[in-house]
């Protein structure tokens, strides 16, 4: 009897226990970390690379005459009123640097500064050959013209909108290059009479517009960037851009080089302008 109801009173205390311990609040399990996607900025330092296609169709040669008769034999073409210079290259490579500021991370406007120049190389020669005259009316009278654009630089602003990774904008700004302008003028018998040339840097402007991709970190072109990682570099960005530029004109007196029958000077008026569209990319330096 005794040991029947020391068994009822243990199932009891057990049954109290298991009801209390079904009362006590359970463990919560912790809250996740919340970990922020990075946001792409374009805020930052850049410096690249470049080649480029360089191509010009408006430009002309004007020559005058600066007396009698060189005036006479420019209206009558013996040497040529206007000629038109086209020159192109292709394959030429330039850098830069420049700063760009977003003013909110993802999308929203760009705006920067950069400074680059590009070795243009482009040169040609071009001839003429005057028709005869009554003052030449046997030998026609040859004439040669060369005109270099050896370099290209640029000081620009840029103003843009970000599409997070994606940059369009257009840029504007200061330009300047180093030209070299001849003009050789020779007798009917191909000899040398009236000479000019001028090689110097001239100064202009130019404008355009662009487009920039900056790849993700995990794409396998930035896994394999050795060179962007030991500069450092927060992001790589592929770019082409295309500008309009504009170094004015230059007159080059073209004189008489001794010669009995070479009298009198003309001057004959050089314009460097043309297009250049490069492709390329930068390193980005700050931010991500």
């Known amino acids: 009897m005794i040991k029947k109801f020391l068994l009822a009173g243990v199932a ?19 809250p996740p970390v919340f970990t922020p996607i990075p946001v792409f900025t374009w805020t930052g ?3 690249g690379t470049h080649s480029s296609y360089a191509f010009s ?37 330039g850098g830069g640097i420049g700063y760009n500021y977003q003013f909110t991370p993802g999308s929203g406007f760009v705006i920067g500064v950069n400074a680059d120049v590009t070795w243009t190389d482009i040169s040609k020669r071009y001839g003429y050959l005057g028709p005869l005259t009554p003052l ?21 602003g840029r103003l843009g909108y970000a599409f997070d990774r994606f940059l369009v904008y257009g840029t504007g700004g200061f330009a300047y290059g180093s030209v070299d302008y001849r003009a050789d003028f020779f007798t009917g018998t191909n000899v040398l009479a009236y000479s000019g040339r001028y090689n110097e840097m001239q100064t202009g402007y130019a404008y355009g517009g662009g487009i920039e991709y900056a790849i993700p970190t995990d794409s396998f072109l ?24 504009d170094l004015g004109s230059r007159n080059v007196i073209v ?12 001057t004959s008026r050089f314009e460097t302008s043309g297009n250049i569209i490069k492709a390329g990319f930068n390193y980005k330096f700050g931010g991500l």
């Open 57 to 93: 169709d408006r430009q002309n040669i004007r020559t005058t005459g600066n007396d009698a008769l060189t005036q006479t034999n420019v209206a009558l073409n013996r040497r040529p009123q206007n000629f038109r210079s086209e020159q192109d290259g292709i394959g030429n490579v």
């Open 45 to 47: 330092f850049y410096l």
């Open 222 to 245: 930035n896994r394999f960037n050795f060179i962007g990682s030991l500069l450092g570099a927060s992001a790589i960005t592929l770019k082409a851009e295309y500008l309009h530029y």
């Open 255 to 266: 004189n008489n080089v001794g010669l009995p029958a070479a009298t009198g000077s003309y």
């Open 136 to 156: 030449n009316p046997v030998l026609r009278d040859p004439a040669t013209f060369r005109q270099r654009l050896d370099y290209l630089g640029t000081v620009q």
């Open 12 to 30: 009891s205390l057990v049954a109290i226990g298991a009801a209390s311990a079904a009362d006590l609040p359970r463990r919560q399990a912790p």
